[in-house]
């Protein structure tokens, strides 16, 4: 890894019992990331984080509020281990740019120095707990759609928005939330708009399939987590960026202003993840352009799959174990 490094950090939908348990078996660079996490957070998770990474239970795991720290932490720590490995400080390993989806942008900010880890993770685990909270106040959730595309996918869901013009504003919502690869678009809204979505879907050539998720993600019914993200925000100090970081609401580099930061992070909570954008960029104008291997931070090796269907040559390694 001479390289400069491209990171890709994966978001919510990646945590599985046992995540990190090899990493903080392998190098104690990893397992000190998981003991401060553990003093960081104490008992807010009801257990200590690192005995819910690696031995569960999944049902608590699998919570908003417990699932995005947890995966912060593991992809900090796998990062840790991959410089050991490398022989470099995590502070000053070569990088190229960095890249999270949706809870990863807080993990690759991190990465590149805007968020220090304990910033990070308290903003994390709050922003866990204000979309769980969000997410229980109005019934809600998200729909993959397969074989969509960005007009097609919004077509649907206003004619979904349409057909409920005599239902209150909450049951109103429907908008793509993330758009993860070429035939591949999630939208979210709430629970009725959901069900109406799935029923429709097949009128305009596509697939369906409801995800099991808490709530409405990337969507206006974010608003109150957004509001508690902006006060939180306001306390916490962002550095100046060591590499490009991409911006999931824009497609593109993060500005180098802290306040500019600050703002892309909350809109991030009620707008589209374009997923699919940052990674194009970056295979466009980092990684052709500098050589830099792309490597996928623990756990799971989700953005490894996404990349293939954005760009089949652009090979991503994953660590999610140090195997």
């Known amino acids: 890894m001479t390289n400069p490094m491209t990171i890709l950090c994966p978001g919510q939908g990646a945590q599985a019992v046992g995540m990190g348990k090899a990493w903080a078996s392998a190098h104690p660079e990893s397992r000190a990331i998981f003991d401060r996490a553990d003093e960081v957070l104490g008992d807010a998770l009801g257990t200590p984080l690192s005995t819910l990474c690696f031995e569960g239970p999944a049902e608590r795991l699998n919570k908003t509020d417990a699932a995005q720290p947890a995966i912060f932490v593991t992809s900090v720590a796998s990062w840790h281990g991959v410089c050991a490995i490398a022989g470099h400080d995590p502070a000053e390993a070569p990088l190229a740019a960095a890249a ?85 678009v999630v939208i979210s809204g709430s629970a009725k708009a959901c069900d109406l979505a799935e029923q429709l879907a097949g009128e305009s050539g596509l697939k369906a399939t409801r995800l099991a998720v808490a709530g409405a993600f990337h969507s206006p019914l974010m608003a109150p987590a957004a509001d508690r993200l902006r006060a939180a925000l306001e306390s916490v100090e962002i550095s100046t960026t060591r590499c490009p970081v991409m911006s999931n609401v824009t497609g593109t580099p993060h500005g180098t202003e802290p306040g500019s930061i600050k703002e892309r992070l909350i809109e991030q909570l009620t707008g589209p993840v374009r997923w699919a954008e940052n990674c194009a960029y970056l295979n466009e104008h980092v990684v052709q352009a500098t050589g830099s291997a792309p490597y996928e931070l623990a756990p799971g090796k989700t953005l490894a799959g996404l990349m293939r269907r954005i760009d089949r040559a652009v090979k991503v390694t994953s660590h999610d174990t140090p195997a």
Do not use: W
Request: glycine fraction near 10%.
């Open 100 to 184: 999270g989806l949706s809870l990863g942008e807080y993990t690759a900010l991190h990465i590149a120095g805007a968020l220090s880890f304990e910033d990070g993770l308290k903003l994390v685990a709050l922003r866990g707990r204000a979309m769980q909270e969000a997410a229980e106040a109005a019934p809600s959730g998200m729909v993959a759609l397969i074989g969509a595309d960005e007009s097609s996918a919004t077509d649907l869901c206003e004619k979904v928005v349409g057909k409920l013009a005599d239902e209150p504003d909450r049951d109103r919502v429907l908008v793509p939330a993330n758009f993860n690869a070429p035939g591949q």
